[in-house]
């Protein structure tokens, strides 16, 4: 299996700052790799796909890179409702995978 | 506007099995494939596995040999059926469908199923 580590595991910030978190897949393989934004008792909500590219509706705040066997989420310009666990996920090889969580909180 | 809606038992007792379905509307469900995913404190999110309107399936080799994935296209639903379970199947379970670019794009809001006596 391709294990997902995702660092930090959880971060404090303020609004207006930047916040970067990091999925390192455990070997290397295509940008099949998705984040999700998820709040306390709700489903996860679809942010980036394929790396890169954003789904529709989600904020221009958010961005997706990669390099190598790193996946990175950006969040620039931290807004209240930003605060949340985000995971990423491997859709590169069976079975897809995803990474333990970062929870974003307000410092 | 794409729904999906998972129902079935909140409690199941060890060694029986899971039995879940998700309800799919404003989409037509022969068009995607469609996704299973549990949630636990413990474990995290873990892929279950995905149906396709033509029957073929792909799971988790973790469960594989205990899960049943199903779909019917009469009623837009898909099943999950999860054989001889444990405490450690205890989790939230989400139905979600699979977009083009491998992702999950739309997801149910999620059951809480717990495995007690």
């Known amino acids: 299996d391709i294990q997902m580590t995702q660092s930090p595991s959880s971060v404090s910030a303020s609004v207006g700052d930047r916040v970067t978190i990091t999925c390192r897949a455990s070997?290397?393989?295509?940008?099949?790799v998705s984040w999700y934004q998820q709040k306390p008792g709700t489903a996860p909500k679809l942010l980036i796909y394929?790396?890169?590219t954003k789904e529709s509706g989600v904020p221009s705040r958010f961005s997706g890179s990669a390099s190598g066997t790193d996946f990175t989420l950006t969040i620039n310009n931290l807004q209240p409702e930003d605060f949340a666990t985000y995971f990423c996920?491997?859709?590169?090889?069976?079975?897809?995978?995803f990474g333990q969580g970062t929870k974003v909180e307000i410092k | 506007q794409v729904q999906l809606q998972e129902s079935g038992p909140g409690l199941v007792k060890p060694s029986e099995t899971l039995s879940l379905t998700c309800t799919v509307s404003?989409?037509?469900?022969?068009?995607?494939?469609f996704t299973w995913i549990r949630q636990s404190p413990g474990k995290g999110l873990e892929w279950i596995g995905y149906?396709?309107?033509?029957?073929?399936?792909k799971s988790n080799p973790s469960l594989e040999s205990r899960v049943s994935l199903s779909i019917d296209t009469s009623k837009n639903q898909f099943s999950l059926r999860l054989n001889a379970v444990t405490a450690a199947d205890t989790a939230i379970y989400y139905c979600?469908?699979?977009?083009?670019?491998?992702?999950?794009?739309?997801w149910g809001p999620g059951t809480l199923v717990t495995v007690s006596s």
């Open positions: 979600a469908r699979q977009s083009g670019g491998a992702a999950l794009d739309y």
């Open positions: 404003g989409d037509s469900i022969n068009t995607n494939y």
């Open positions: 149906v396709y309107y033509s029957g073929t399936t």
């Open positions: 070997q290397e393989s295509s940008s099949w």
């Open positions: 394929a790396a890169y």
């Open positions: 996920q491997q859709a590169n090889s069976f079975p897809w995978t």
